[in-house]
């Protein structure tokens, strides 16, 4: 089958800003993404039984989570609000979407990492769970891309330092995040044109 995604329609009104739209998932149903050395992501599934469903969120089998989990807080996000970037220096981030659809953003600017400089999006809510893991040194954040609130569970395997916080900011709406993170959170797009500072 010959490969049309490149083309353009040269008769359409508007042809030469269409986009060539990317698939979330590939032919066996797997996300299709560069992953950021040490991010993952396990998919997981609503199971309907006869009162509704259940979802798992984490089970200490899963390879996955490599330590235990040691402290769980639920944090929701307005709609249309973007909460980043974030980034931990020792510990790491286990988020769960439970309610609302939420996009995921993780950039990787460790400067010694073979995948430094990209970008993973990760689209995920309660009709699409899973959970991702988010290594120290990443900048990370999300914004809530639904219509209603959104709930997003944490387990970080390190407990929450209320002397010396491991959270690190930077305002997605800053002029340094526009300079170092090619990501525009408003149109929820990676940025092309440059790359990290």
């Given at each position: 089958m010959r490969?049309r995604?490149?083309?353009?329609?040269?008769?359409v009104?508007g042809?030469?800003?269409l986009?060539?739209k990317?698939?979330?998932v590939?032919e066996k149903?797997?996300?299709?993404r560069?992953s950021i050395?040490?991010?993952?992501f396990?998919?997981?599934?609503?199971v309907?039984?006869?009162d509704g469903?259940?979802t798992?969120?984490?089970?200490?089998?899963?390879?996955i989570?490599?330590?235990?989990?040691?402290q769980?807080?639920?944090?929701?996000?307005?709609s249309?609000?973007v909460r980043?970037?974030g980034?931990?220096q020792?510990?790491?981030d286990?988020?769960?979407?439970?309610?609302?659809?939420?996009?995921?953003?993780?950039?990787?600017?460790?400067?010694?990492s073979?995948?430094?400089?990209?970008?993973n999006?990760?689209?995920?809510s309660?009709k699409?769970?899973?959970l991702?893991?988010?290594?120290?040194?990443?900048?990370?954040?999300?914004?809530?891309?639904?219509t209603?609130?959104?709930?997003?569970?944490?387990?970080?395997?390190?407990?929450?330092?209320y002397?010396k916080?491991?959270?690190?900011d930077l305002?997605?709406?800053?002029?340094a995040?526009g300079?170092?993170?090619?990501?525009?959170?408003?149109?929820?797009s990676?940025?092309?044109?440059?790359?990290?500072?």
């Open positions: 490969d995604s490149n083309e353009m329609t040269p008769n009104v042809a030469a800003e986009a060539a990317k698939s979330a590939d149903g797997q996300l299709a560069v050395e040490g991010v993952k396990r998919p997981t599934r609503p309907p039984h006869e469903h259940v798992e969120v984490a089970r200490a089998s899963w390879e989570l490599e330590t235990p989990v040691v769980v807080h639920v944090t929701t996000t307005f249309g609000r980043a970037w980034l931990h020792r510990g790491s286990r988020l769960f979407v439970v309610s609302g659809l939420v996009r995921i953003v993780v950039f990787d600017g460790r400067k010694d073979p995948s430094f400089g990209q970008i999006e990760f689209t995920v309660d699409n769970p899973g991702l893991v988010i290594p120290p040194n990443l900048y990370h954040g999300w914004k809530n891309i639904g209603n609130e959104a709930t997003i569970i944490n387990m970080p395997d390190r407990m929450y330092d002397e916080p491991d959270a690190l305002p997605w709406d800053s002029e995040a300079r170092l993170i090619p990501y525009n959170w408003q149109s929820c990676v940025v092309i044109s440059r790359g990290p500072a």
